[in-house]
């Protein structure tokens, strides 16, 4: 194999981790921006994704488990905030954020207990294993293109949902000035509740798709939080797209760092250019200059 | 740069009402209230070790002593959250740093240096020291206190380099950047084979401080350790209480209740949040260098961004700006898990624990229990507030719910 070629392939590949970061990270940014909350277990929600849609897949045919898989982690996604965030009035953000971690380490121990510590995945969607597609001169898995595929999709969905949707339209309202959008009659509890759902299914979508690839295991949610956290830091938080780009950038520099460097150091360059970045430009590449700041002010 | 702490002053929280049980009162009153949790727990203190002796359960002692260390990292990070208002995810590292620094200081042999014309001289310093390792050999290191001056000036250059850009970001981001950190740290420490890569390092030696006190693991020495890192949480509770009462508490007061604001006040929130954060990290540096001594090694989790979340979490559950709290839940909470208390559900019980007094106490189990316990005294312990500060109570409240909702994005 050709320089050129490897060099395909760790793109690729970095790529495909990067889709699930994204995801992670539009889902940070959903949340954040509806509640100015930063949701930590939404790592949990990928991982959720992946062990209900396992269990579902052994009963029903697969894309029936998949949508299932979806269907339930988002409303555990609405149901989470219902219980707990909604209730909480008087709580800073702070606060809120650290309940998040609580819940984060809950939905983590409940998937430990429910399932168990053992590795699983889903089958692939086409194809198998070893069954692979030649793209221009890089050879990758068909699933590869199910994960880019599903993401870049659902992605464009969520886009299109708030931009030319009532729904989706209320619902940066609220992120832009809840106040207003409150006098202009929209109930902000429930586009709360919406983009928690929202984003949970979001994450579960992810978390089935990448699931044969990556397997899934209940430990699983951690690391993609830090890094979808990431993503949506390096690309501004508050900008669904943006965090679109942060995440597929952390996936192709961790890539590239497994490419250049000694193994143990594979996350050490992503976190090194994060830092760069945020000092450079404090509120990350396509941060808006005051977005945000009336929340964390 | 007095005009600059008239007026405002009136408008900040008094930091009082946030530090341990005091009632807010001047004079005798507010020393004798200040003074009573310090004596409370002493004797508490005192007692846990009586009882264990008695019962003859003192091996627990050692994983006391160990969540009292703890307990000084969620200290620092009770400054960083509770007054300056900045959330720290880095302050694992910080720990690790310190006592890496420490263990591969005294556990590196340099008796290649013992021909020069430097090592007499150093060693008639004591910054080195001749002594044997388990296995009989002898070894030329670093002596423990030189390590840790060496550890406390290496956390402090870091702590600023990451600090200085770092504090000038907001909220969020700057979680981001000591999360990034912490990461780097444990990932370098991991790497590195100085550092002992994945098993860490053991074999530190103990810490002759000074007289005949020690910092070691032994079983002889264990009773005097315990009272070493008791005293060190005492002391560290006291110089901070002491911090959040000056000038320096008022403007970090000030900075955690609107940056802006403080800003306009000619504040240096910049300058203030940079202080605050080393002298954190240097706390949390030199607790990993005395819990690096007492058990004798130390291992790379330490630095991992698990640590780091939980004594963020910690410092939350114990109520954040709730010096006393922080420092009771803290050593509770780590005690009970060192123990191992609830076996496998070790983390479920944490993360349960952590929502419910999160959500049901925001300000720290203590501060209600208090409350609650005054009211059972009978009327005379409760401080009626009088009128002019009953007004600065309903100000103060006013302006922590219109931060709640300035926080939850609805002003």
Redesign the interface.
Known sequence: MTGENLALQYLLSGITKGSVYAAVAVGFNLIYSA??V?NLAQGEFVMLGGMVAVTLAQYVALPVAVSGAVVIVALTGCLLEIL?FR?????????L???T??????L???AL?IWDEKVRSLPYFTGNEVSSVHFLGATISPQVLWVLGTVGVTVLALQGFLHYTLQGRAMRAC?SN??AA?LAGIN?RTMRTLAFGLSAGLGALAGCVISPITMTQYEMG?PLA?KG??GA?LGG?GNPMAGVLGGLLVGVLEAASVSRL?A?????AA??V??LV??VR???LFGAGNA?????? | MKSRGGNPKSEIRNPKEEGGGSGGNQGLRAIGAGAFPFALFALTAIGAEVGMRATGTEYCLTQLTMALYYALVTLGLCLV?GYA?Q?SLGHGAFFALGGYTSAVLTTHDVSWLQGGTLAPWLKSARLLVARQDSYGSSLLTVSPWAAFLAAMVLVTAVACLIGY??L??????L???T???G??VN??L??SSLAG?ADGINGVPEWHLAGGLTVSGKGLARAQNYYLACAMVLLTVLVLRNLVHSRVGRALQAIHD???YAAAMGIDTARYKLKVFVLSALLAAMAGVFFTHYTGGISPSEAG??KS?RY??LA??GG?GNLWGVAVMSTALNYCSLRGWFGS?D??V???L??LL??LA?EGPLKPLGTWLRGLAGKRWVPRPAAGERRAASETTASR?A??R??????
């Open positions: 509640t100015g930063l707990f209730k909480l009035d008087r709580h800073s953000v702070l606060h954020i650290i309940i971690i609580g819940l984060s380490i809950v983590q121990e409940a207990h992120s809840p106040e409150m902000l951690t830090i956290f990431a830091i938080l000694p143990a150091y594979n996350d050490v976190f090194a994060l830092l945020l000092f404090p509120r990350g945000g700041s009336v929340r964390e002010g | 959250m208002g959330v850009p770092a000038r970001l907001r909220g969020h981001y979680a981001m950047a999360l990034a950190f990461v780097i990932k370098m991991l790497a890569a609107g940056e802006t961004a698990f979340v963020v979490a939350t559950a954040m559900y983390n479920a944490f993360g349960a952590l929502i999160v959500s925001p719910a931060e709640g300035a926080g939850r994005g609805a002003a």
